[in-house]
């Protein structure tokens, strides 16, 4: 509890077995629960989670939207928090991001990586990729955001049926800010925080996933 707020924290996991253990211990006292998917691993991700006292949700359909569909629901908080199995984001600043939603009413909270803290955290084609699907995001939906592909959010879950979330992968992550930004109903906003190296093997194709992210923009604005 934080603030007299329930806090649920959702990851969503696929082979995240070398990081798990160590993001959940990592966070504050503050967390009531703490929801990982299993995004079909094959190796002990779920069984590391549960043994750190974790609930487990399993989801078959391959993509980090589909583990996202599957694990937001099942978050029982008043606020939820993301973020990735790989120690990348800051769990210690926890506290902070949901003292600030609170503080200023804010309902749907992204992060921002940028400007960059430790350099070595995100490889430069990784820079330039995000750099362009930032701008993406501005052009076809004019908000700018300083980050549009942070994994980790702070919300009210409230609004989670609000949303309309129709992304299996990584587009998700946009998909979410941009339907936040979209509803006059949802306040949004967004804070900066650290990001740390990733543990753990590299799962994002990069060009892929890039192309992917830019069509995904395309078609959801003129659907
Ligand atoms: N890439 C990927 N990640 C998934 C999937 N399902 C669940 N995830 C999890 O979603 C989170 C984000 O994926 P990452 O591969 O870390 O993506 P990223 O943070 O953009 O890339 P990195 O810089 O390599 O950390 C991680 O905790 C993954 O384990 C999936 O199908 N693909
Ligand atoms: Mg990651």
Redesign the pocket.
């Known amino acids: 509890m934080h603030r007299n707020l329930k806090i649920s924290v959702v990851i969503p996991c696929y082979n995240e077995e070398a990081g798990i253990q160590q993001v959940i211990r990592s966070l504050p006292a503050c967390v009531d629960e703490v929801v990982v998917v299993d995004n079909n691993s094959t190796d002990r991700t779920s069984e590391i989670a549960r043994a750190n006292g974790a609930a487990v949700v399993f989801e078959k359909r391959k993509g980090y939207g589909a583990a996202y569909k599957a694990g937001l629901p099942a978050a029982t908080g008043d606020i939820t928090v993301t973020m ?1 199995g ?1 120690l ?1 984001y800051p769990a210690e600043q926890i506290e902070e991001l949901v003292g600030y939603l609170v503080d200023r009413d804010i309902d749907f909270l992204s992060t921002s990586r940028f400007p960059l803290k430790n350099r070595k955290s995100m490889n430069f084609t990784n820079k330039i990729g995000n750099m362009v699907l930032t701008l993406a995001m501005f052009v076809f939906y004019g908000k700018h955001v300083k980050d549009s592909q942070s ?1 980790m959010w702070v919300f009210r879950t409230s609004i989670l049926p609000k949303l309309d979330l129709t992304s299996d992968g990584m587009p998700f992550s946009e998909e979410i800010k941009i339907e936040a930004i979209r509803n006059k109903e949802i306040r949004f906003d967004e804070y900066h925080i650290n990001y740390h190296e ?1 543990v753990g093997e590299v799962k ?1 194709e990069k060009w892929k996933d890039g192309f992917r992210n830019l069509l995904f923009l395309a078609k959801k604005k003129f659907r």
Do not use: I
């Open positions: 990735d790989d990348t994994g990733r994002l």
